[in-house]
């Protein structure tokens, strides 16, 4: 998925490659509780695990899985 590597997911990329947005399909509510405890983050090309949300990386990514819209 692209989340171990520093930078994340490309947002292009993945809606090249699946005909969606990482926006469309993730929820935003968990998204936001993910951000605001320093786990993840994004710009406006990438969504990315921030180095804090490396050591849980295997619980943010299920986190972010089951939450799919």
């Known amino acids: 998925m692209g989340l171990r590597l520093k930078t994340g997911i490309s947002k292009q990329d993945f809606k090249t490659m699946h005909g969606i947005s990482l926006q469309e399909i993730l929820n935003p ?13 994004e710009n406006d090309t990438h969504f990315f695990i921030t180095t804090k949300g490396m050591l849980r990386l295997n619980t943010i990514t299920s986190e972010l ?3 799919l819209k």
């Not at 509510?29 to 993840?40: D, E």
């Open 65 to 67: 899985v089951t939450s």
């Open 29 to 41: 509510q968990k998204v936001t509780l993910l951000k605001n405890l320093g786990f993840c983050a």
